[in-house]
């Protein structure tokens, strides 16, 4: 009916003369009680059109884009994760208006923003999600644990009594009862399997998260758990947890690792990468654990007991009254989980006690040998084999890596950590094959074949840097130029002395100094004879006269008294005569 009317305003705009739309707006306005703006925004709607030529600034505004552009900044991180939004528009507009920046009126400026898609409601959206897919029944399984709203106090005269932790008395303001009971809470680990969504859940009491309880988990939920009603077992290829549990369980990873079960972990707060379990999560507290408060139990013995009769009953869709059905698959959990993996094969998990010892023993390493290759005794072949490193990244000779034995493996591989340019690698190496005598079957015969062995990281390293100090030169050309010792590096244009020489080095003055009394006497020698004159001669450079052969005659002197000898001499009355040349007795 409003539109019927709206229609025949409009036909009367349209075809109003000069002067009579005043009118009609009037009637309008009192018939639908709509203002003119709203009033043309409806008859727009219908298709009228004032037939004005749109203004050439449409769409151009006078705010000035910087102030807006820092006003959406305080918008963006003004909210907390919980979605509350603690710095809203005019706020923010007044501090930046304190601070020099220009705004129109608060209608322009939210207008702005709703046309730039940067209004607070909009830039706390969570970001849009893909949609994940396994491919089979063990392709993926998701793990999370989560803290109970369960606990048990000691005491009491019937033994320990189930406890709920209620917001009033544990979470407003009171955090110090939450800490009261660390040692009494009970943990929810809770374990699908991607492709059915089977849901596994086990509950353990802890103070809070740890290795020990994971890897527990992990193990009863791929096959330790003994259950004849429940089909799922078997490792997975790849298990998703977030980045929090997996960064407190480094053993449980390697643990992993030697199990063949890749690890994807992701960012703490992104619950969506692992979404599936995090609303099993959900669906156990709501669909288990609210039973609970109608029919108390215990202990976590207890608990677990029940867990295990509700999991079964739901993921075999036979819980009394309630379709438990997945929406996807449109089957009960178990049965799709079993028809499809009839398709399949199972990875069951090793023995137990291999299972324990991967987790609990104590990290092997063993130092790379010169032939690039380590010893390890494998815990399922019990004796020690050889293992060829030769052309793995990062190998090299004398490295020490960490070794991990692989435990599904019958011939004994294990994988072998050690990093390479500050990345981790880790290598699935496989013993070496020997033949009778005990020797590798891959080894160079002799006299009938020669292997070179392959270029590690340091050779590698090596020989680029050589080629660099060489430049021109091939590997082969660089061996016979260093053997040779004639060329040298960097064509000899380095200068990597001579600008010492012109260093303008400033000048000291000697500092005195003191002799020092080694307290020992210097050795004597003493001049006599034609000793004695040799000396003289050597020294004055003039031949003895007679009369200083007489002064001499008897004279026996120490070396050190030859200049005072001299001096004497020097009083004698001497004859003119050339200086001697060659002295000879």
């Given amino acids: 009916m409003a539109d019927e009317i709206l229609l025949g305003f409009k036909q009367r705009i349209e075809n109003a003369k000069h002067g009579e739309k005043g009118t009609i707006l009037a009637e309008a306005k009192q018939l639908l009680g709509l203002s003119k703006d709203a009033f043309y925004r409806e008859l727009?709607?219908?298709g009228y059109s004032s037939g004005r030529k749109p203004r050439a600034d449409k769409g151009n505004s006078?705010?000035?884009?910087?102030?807006?552009?820092?006003?959406?900044?305080?918008?963006?991180?003004?909210?907390?994760?919980?979605?509350?939004?603690?710095?809203?528009?005019?706020?923010a507009v007044s501090i930046l208006a304190a601070n020099g920046c220009e705004f129109k009126s608060n209608s322009t400026v939210r207008r702005l923003l709703r046309e730039q898609n940067a209004t607070a409601k909009m830039l706390t959206q969570s970001t849009a999600h893909v949609q994940l897919r396994s491919l089979y029944p063990n392709h993926v399984h998701q793990v999370d644990p989560s803290l109970c709203l369960i606990y048990y106090p000691p005491g009491g005269k019937k033994g320990r009594v189930q406890r709920f932790m209620s917001d009033d008395e544990f979470y407003k303001n009171k955090p110090e009862n939450l800490e009261k009971i660390k040692n009494l809470r009970v943990w929810r680990y809770v374990l699908t399997d991607h492709y059915s969504g089977a849901v596994r859940v086990r509950y353990y009491e802890s103070a809070g998260e740890t290795m020990a309880n994971l890897y527990d988990f992990l193990l009863w939920c791929w096959g330790l758990h003994n259950d004849e009603k429940c089909p799922v077992r078997g490792l997975p290829d790849i298990l998703v947890m977030d980045k929090g549990s997996a960064n407190t369980a480094g053993a449980v990873l390697r643990a992993l690792d030697a199990l063949s079960v890749d690890v994807i972990d992701h960012e703490v707060g992104r619950a969506r990468a692992k979404g599936q379990v995090e609303n099993a999560n959900n669906l156990v507290e709501k669909l288990f654990e609210s039973r609970l408060m109608f029919e108390p139990v215990n202990s976590v013995a207890e608990l677990n007991e029940h867990a295990i009769s509700w999991q079964n009953a739901y993921n075999a869709d036979q819980i009394p009254h309630y379709s438990a059905k997945h929406s996807r698959h449109g089957k009960g959990r178990y049965e799709f989980w079993m028809k499809r993996m009839a398709h399949g094969k199972v990875r069951d998990l090793p023995s137990e006690d291999i299972c324990r010892w991967l987790l609990t023993h104590k990290e092997e390493t063993r130092m790379v040998r010169p032939d690039l290759s380590i010893t390890f005794v494998h815990p399922g072949v019990k004796r020690s084999q050889k293992y060829a490193l030769d052309g793995l990244v990062g190998i090299y000779k004398g490295l020490k890596v960490l070794v991990l034995p692989m435990a599904l493996s019958e011939r004994g591989e294990v994988l072998v950590y050690c990093k390479h340019q500050g990345e981790q690698q880790i290598h699935t190496v496989a013993p070496i094959e020997t033949d009778e005598a005990g020797f590798d079957v891959n080894g160079a015969v002799i006299g009938q074949q020669m292997k070179a062995p392959k270029d590690t990281s340091l050779d590698i390293a090596r020989k680029q840097a050589e080629r660099g100090a060489y430049p021109g030169m091939s590997d082969e050309e660089i061996v016979k130029a260093k053997r040779g010792k004639k060329a040298v590096p960097f064509g000899g244009t380095l200068d990597a002395h001579s600008h010492l020489n012109e260093l303008q080095t400033p000048d000291f003055m000697r500092v005195r100094g003191e002799q020092v009394d080694t307290g020992l006497q210097q050795p004597t020698h003493t001049l006599a004879g034609v000793a004695l004159r040799k000396a003289i001669v050597a020294k004055r450079g003039t031949p003895i006269t007679p009369e200083e052969k007489i002064y001499l005659a008897d004279r026996s002197i120490d070396a050190s008294q030859l200049l005072s000898l001299l001096d004497e001499l020097a009083t004698f009355d001497k004859p003119n005569h050339l200086n001697v040349v060659n002295f000879t007795r």
């Fill in 44 to 46: 727009a709607k219908l």
């Fill in 62 to 91: 006078s705010q000035d884009p910087e102030s807006l552009d820092k006003l959406k900044a305080m918008l963006a991180v003004g909210n907390r994760k919980n979605g509350k939004q603690i710095v809203e528009t005019p706020n």
